[in-house]
């Protein structure tokens, strides 16, 4: 029934896996001494400001954003300034819960802020390029069954994901091996990446093979 948008959804996730791809090579090849580890956060925000851009265009052409009945151009400014204003206070939120479950909250400040920036690059990014900057929209979604559409359900695996990824990565941390994936916060950030590929993949995996289960409310 919807394998239109399973196939879009699809190549969408392709093109950002694969940005996310090229944001770990290109900066390998470009900066000398580039490391996942050695040069974390440089590693980070690589990626951060990748999935930001690609997501951000490949959802404008999609067009999956819901269209707005006002088209003027204050009512656009104020959408982006909105849009700005969730995704800052997103780093704020992700930044003051990693605090709460145990990072430092004066020492590796920057590192713990990066991390937010991560976690909402990709998350509420997603959430901002499918519903747009609307609280009503996100507690729809994300409450049960709040899905009206394919995109509201990737929209829930993928963040899913990325947060318990992000968190499975924590566990490591204590524990006495000394690697070098173990500096806060190293393995938080790939647990989240590797949670947020894994959505990727399973999201339109999981919406393909239960297709015929599942129905939507009319908006």
Do not use: N
């Not at 894994?198 to 339109?204: D, K, S, Y």
């Amino acid at each position: 029934m919807w394998d239109h948008e399973i196939r879009a959804m699809a190549s969408t996730h392709a093109i950002i896996a694969a940005s996310v791809f090229m944001a770990t090579v290109l900066p390998a090849v470009l900066v000398p001494g580039f490391s996942v580890y050695g040069t974390h956060l440089l590693w980070l925000y690589s990626v951060s400001a990748a999935v930001t851009a690609v997501s951000v265009a490949v959802f404008w052409l999609l067009g999956i954003t819901p269209p707005t009945k006002k088209h003027t151009l204050g009512y656009k400014l104020s959408r982006l300034v909105r849009s700005c204003l969730y995704f800052f206070l997103s780093c704020l939120f992700f930044h003051t819960v990693v605090v709460l479950y145990g990072a430092p909250l004066i020492e590796s400040a920057v590192e713990t802020f990066s991390l937010a920036v991560l976690l909402t690059s990709l998350t509420t990014l997603r959430c901002l390029c499918v519903l747009g900057p609307s609280v009503q929209a996100w507690i729809r979604v994300f409450s049960r069954h709040g899905a009206m559409s394919v995109w509201d359900t990737c929209l829930q695996i993928t963040v899913a994901c990325t947060v318990v990824g992000a968190w499975v990565g924590a566990f490591p941390i204590p524990l006495d091996w000394d690697r070098p994936w173990q500096v806060w916060p190293v393995s938080c950030s790939l647990g989240a990446m590797i949670g947020y590929l894994t959505g990727l993949v399973a999201a339109p995996a999981w919406i393909h093979y239960h297709r015929k289960q599942l129905t939507y409310k009319c908006k």
